[in-house]
């Protein structure tokens, strides 16, 4: 632990589109920790339905910064940063609580781990397959994990097997 470890905060730097893997590259090569939450998003593509890793906060990555040594400018003259997210003349903190609970949330490599708290009842948003992005509600969890929901789907419902790690709780 450095003598100025305790001054370290959490910032949020602004990325140019679609740069948020060669910003965190090259900040982690500057020294600096980073940290970019990801999670499995579908989106159809040519008619297709692709599961790729995406940003949870697209545009944006966490940037831990020494207070001391003030280096908020090498991050914002980094390539893929716009600014580190500043209110007023000085880049400002992001509360370490929301940094820390996120980082628990995830994987190692950053991926965001599928909800073991699903319950009965529970309001959920489909996170892969064809039904990405529908909301709907848990029916029932089977005792081998699998989670039924409802879908509303074309003017009726209709019960749907998924697991867990398709669904991101609400």
């Known amino acids: 632990m450095t003598a100025h470890a305790h001054d370290t905060a959490w910032f949020l730097a602004q990325l ?39 940003p949870l906060f697209p545009g944006y990555i966490f940037v831990a910064l020494d ?7 090498k991050v914002n003259s980094t390539r893929g940063v716009v600014r580190l997210v500043s209110f007023g003349t000085a880049p400002t903190a992001v509360p370490a609580e929301l940094v820390s609970h996120l980082m628990r949330r995830c994987d190692r490599s950053g991926k965001l781990r599928t909800p073991d708290d699903v319950a009965q009842g529970d309001t959920v948003t489909m996170t892969t397959g064809p ?7 848990v029916e029932r969890i089977d005792p081998d994990r699998r989670v039924w929901v ?6 009726g419902q209709k019960r749907l097997s998924v697991t867990p790690g398709q669904l991101r709780t609400l």
């Open 16 to 54: 140019k589109p679609n740069c948020a893997r060669i910003a965190d590259s090259h900040l982690s090569r500057q020294g600096f920790q980073t940290f970019l939450p990801l999670q499995e998003e579908t989106r159809q593509r040519n008619g297709r339905f692709v599961t790729a890793e995406r």
């Open 67 to 73: 207070v001391a040594r003030g280096l908020w400018r």
């Open 131 to 137: 039904f990405a992005g529908f909301v709907t509600e």
């Open 150 to 155: 409802l879908m509303e789907i074309m003017g």
